[in-house]
């Protein structure tokens, strides 16, 4: 972890998750081992029952980052998606 330390912001926020882990595993030691997934598939949602998007690099299949990124390009390219109208009323 310490590609991290040496930026303040970054060492607080891994200490507060270190801190929200410490609590969870003490509350269930076998969280890791039950932990369900999460609606949104976040896995910092799974393990540490938050959402943080603002330092979360680790996982590049997230479906968030995804649509972030789906959504700046559809901006870039200057595209805009329309539905169609349900024809099955």
Same mark, same amino acid.
């Given at each position: 972890?310490?590609?991290?330390?040496?930026?303040?912001?970054?060492?607080?926020?891994?200490?507060?998750?270190?801190?929200?882990?410490?609590?969870?595993?003490?509350?269930?030691?076998?969280?890791?081992?039950?932990?369900?997934?999460?609606?949104?598939?976040?896995?910092?949602? @799974?393990? *540490? /029952?938050?959402?943080?998007?603002?330092?979360?690099?680790? &996982? #590049?299949?997230?479906?968030?980052?995804?649509?972030?990124?789906? @959504?700046? *390009? /559809?901006?870039?390219?200057?595209?805009?998606?329309?539905? &169609? #109208?349900?024809?099955?009323?």
């Amino acid at each position: 972890m310490s590609w991290g330390v040496e930026h303040q912001q970054k060492r607080k926020d891994i200490q507060e998750l270190m801190e929200i882990a410490s609590r969870i595993m003490k509350e269930n030691p076998n969280h890791v081992n039950e932990v369900s997934k999460s609606k949104n598939d976040c896995w910092m949602e @799974q393990m *540490y /029952l938050i959402q943080r998007c603002d330092f979360c690099d680790l &996982s #590049p299949g997230c479906p968030t980052r995804e649509e972030k990124e789906w @959504q700046e *390009y /559809l901006t870039k390219n200057n595209i805009v998606i329309e539905k &169609s #109208p349900d024809k099955t009323a």
